[in-house]
């Protein structure tokens, strides 16, 4: 009985934190503490650039106050021929962004020719200033490769 008791009340105790937690969480701040904090207003930077068979973006989106920044890096094949397929490996780095690389298999080329290379939410982060993009692409089961430099995209 003693235990059916003390279970009880351990979980009334939590049901009614919970419920005090909830209205104090959703409750708006005061005029001076929204006063006291600095806000930086979200900012997307995009970046393109062309090689001899490659183009590629790769768009950043940074929400207010630093945090976690969304990336995309696509590429559209440019060259003669078919888009290819099997292997497209890739690897990229900048001043202002997070570095990374990888592949993917490609099993049946893409209709308007375009790979999404990378889709990624990084870690905390809140890049400094817009430099470029180095973009290194490899396909054609390691025979052909090509580097492209993105440049800031203006407006």
């Known amino acids: 009985m003693y235990r059916k008791w003390i279970a009880a009340l351990g979980i009334m105790t939590l049901l009614g934190g919970c419920g005090h ?10 005029q001076s503490a929204q006063a006291g904090t600095q806000q930086q207003a979200p900012e997307i930077r995009d970046y393109e650039g062309e090689g001899e068979a490659w183009s590629a973006e790769y768009s950043m989106y940074v929400p207010e106050n630093g945090g976690h920044v969304r990336a995309r890096l696509t590429a559209s094949y440019e060259g003669p021929g078919p888009a290819p397929i099997g292997e497209v490996k890739y690897s990229y780095y900048g001043a202002d962004i997070e570095s990374g690389h990888g592949g993917l298999i490609v099993k049946k080329a893409p209709e308007q020719k375009m790979y999404l290379l990378h889709d990624l939410v990084t870690t905390e982060y809140a890049p400094n200033e817009r430099g470029t993009v180095e973009l290194l692409l490899i396909w054609n089961e390691g025979k052909r ?11």
């Open 21 to 30: 937690a909830a209205e104090n969480a959703s409750a708006p701040q005061s």
């Open 145 to 155: 490769s090509e580097t492209i430099r993105l440049e800031p995209k203006e407006g």
